[in-house]
């Protein structure tokens, strides 16, 4: 008779770390409806807009690098502390501005039939200053804060710790944080970013109380000054190296930049296309959540079953197949549907990808690493979202407006299938069990 299975338990520290997490992804999500919103009445610029989520990913491709020795030289609990506290105060300093500015702004629900607006550089120029502000924080927060899951969960443990993490965040940031958004920004268009600054001050004070339970939050001590230079010269080495990581940063930098051609360009596609209202919208933001909650529930299930390198694969082919369905919609639920499919996927990606690094990346590293991988996978953003918004602007005068929105979604769709038949060659099965295995022998 077998011996009946013991359901190990993740512990106290790993579902601290999930409320935190899930406490400000909260906010997040009332802030994914939120500033789009602002953004659109500040400026109908289809430029201007992507102008604004360049800066905001700016940081990815000018400090994460750096952010990676910081993590690998201070306390990355203490770090992440500081990081939420410092954007509840940034949070603060918005909703400031736009209480002051309120009465210049045009009704949120005449929007979608506004196409020419006086642009308000007042409010403007406050989005893009704390966009930046905000990215650099969230470069150094973000690269800390998958360090951690290391930290209070046994290496056996990270796909279903990471995919329940997802699950988590997906729930508050896309399912409950827009509706919510769209309810509160319906009140007061200054309301929902004193909510999202609260949210980082409570997330704050739970990150504070966490402790380790596997490994330290604080990564080996080192003498004298920081030399960033040949410390970043000592990740960016390692993670050149390896035959598998390497390849993986960079086709999800490829993937990102090719997403960020129609990313920025979503809230106007929504309003102009789709003819959605801010409660539509918010709706639609649903979609990313229902994805993302069954992504992170079976994404492990799904990577178990058909393995690790069918996963990827399944991802990549998704990705330009729902950018091409959603060009061709003119109904917000189809655009629905899709984006949930592809949201199933690209937690999926992250679900394998993410654990890997986390499993195959030495812990005293692990910062610097992340942040090289990071820099590969997240700097393309900004160049993806300024050249989709420039495609637009470009293509609006001989196409028409609609037209040159669908564009971009045509765009991302071409390069992505590209991008698949590159990757599948390159993201194996054979491959990721060839590096699981060199760690598990070392």
Same mark, same amino acid.
């Not at 990913?57 to 990355?76: H, I, K, S």
């Not at 992440?80 to 410092?86: A, D, G, L, P, S």
């Not at 989709?388 to 407006?401: A, E, F, K, P, W």
């Given at each position: ?8 338990? /993740? ?17 997040? =999500? ?17 430029? %201007?807009? &992507? ?9 990815? /491709? ?27 105060? @940034?949070?603060?300093?918005? =909703? ?30 406050? !989005?893009?200053?704390? &966009? ?25 443990? %990270? ?16 399912? *409950? ?13 200054? %309301? ?24 330290? +939050?604080?990564?080996? $001590? ?32 490829? *993937? ?9 360009? +979503?809230?106007?596609? &929504? ?43 399944? &991802? ?7 950018? @091409? %369905? ?18 199933? #996927? ?11 690094? $986390?499993?195959? !990346? ?16 997240? =700097? #393309?953003?900004? *160049? ?11 293509? $609006? ?36 069990? $060839? ?8």
């Amino acid at each position: 008779m077998k011996p009946a299975k013991t359901k190990e338990k /993740l512990g106290a520290s790993y579902w601290k770390l999930w409320s935190a997490t899930g406490i400000s992804n909260l906010g997040d =999500g009332v802030a994914a409806v939120a500033y789009p919103w602002l953004a659109s009445a500040v400026t109908r610029s289809p430029f %201007l807009i &992507a102008l604004s989520v360049v800066v905001s990913r700016l940081p990815w /491709l000018v400090f994460t690098l750096f952010a990676g020795v910081l993590t690998d030289r201070f306390n990355r609990k203490r770090i992440i502390v500081t990081m939420n506290i410092f954007n509840g105060i @940034l949070t603060l300093v918005v =909703g400031a501005f736009v209480y002051l500015e309120r009465e210049s702004l045009p009704s949120l629900n005449e929007l979608a039939s506004i196409t020419n607006l006086e642009t308000n550089y007042t409010l403007y120029f406050v !989005i893009l200053i704390t &966009a930046f502000l905000f990215g650099l924080a969230e470069v150094l927060r973000d690269n800390t804060a998958q360090t951690m899951m290391p930290a209070v969960v046994a290496d056996k443990h %990270l796909e279903k710790a990471n995919g329940r993490m997802w699950s988590a965040e997906s729930l508050t940031n896309s399912f *409950i944080g827009p509706p919510l958004g769209s309810l509160i920004i319906s009140v007061a268009i200054f %309301l929902p970013f004193f909510v999202d600054a609260a949210t980082f001050f409570i997330a704050a004070a739970i990150f504070a109380t966490l402790k380790p339970t596997v490994k330290s +939050f604080k990564p080996e $001590q080192k003498s004298g000054p920081i030399n960033f230079r040949a410390e970043i010269q000592e990740g960016f080495s390692w993670l050149w190296r390896h035959e598998l990581l390497r390849p993986m940063a960079i086709i999800l930098g490829l *993937i990102n930049g090719i997403a960020a051609l129609s990313g920025a360009m +979503f809230i106007l596609f &929504a309003q102009e296309v789709l003819e959605t209202t801010v409660f539509i919208f918010a709706i639609l933001g649903t979609a990313a959540a229902v994805g993302g909650i069954i992504g992170g529930l079976l994404g492990p299930k799904v990577s178990e079953k058909i393995g690790r390198g069918r996963s990827l694969a399944l &991802a990549l082919f998704t990705m330009p197949m729902t950018a @091409l %369905l959603i060009g061709m919609s003119s109904l917000w639920y189809l655009v629905w549907i899709f984006v949930a499919i592809e949201t199933f #996927t690209a937690v999926l990606w992250n679900v394998v990808t993410v654990s890997l690094r $986390q499993s195959l !990346i030495p812990s005293h590293l692990l910062g610097r690493v992340n942040s090289v991988y990071r820099f590969f996978a997240w =700097g #393309t953003i900004p *160049i993806g979202t300024l050249l989709g918004g420039t495609l637009v602007s470009v293509l $609006q005068s001989g196409l028409g407006r609609e037209m040159a929105f669908r564009s971009v979604y045509f765009t991302a769709s071409a390069l992505g299938f590209g991008l698949f038949l590159y990757a599948i060659r390159v993201l194996t099965e054979a491959k990721i069990q $060839q590096a699981r295995s060199s760690v598990s022998d070392s």
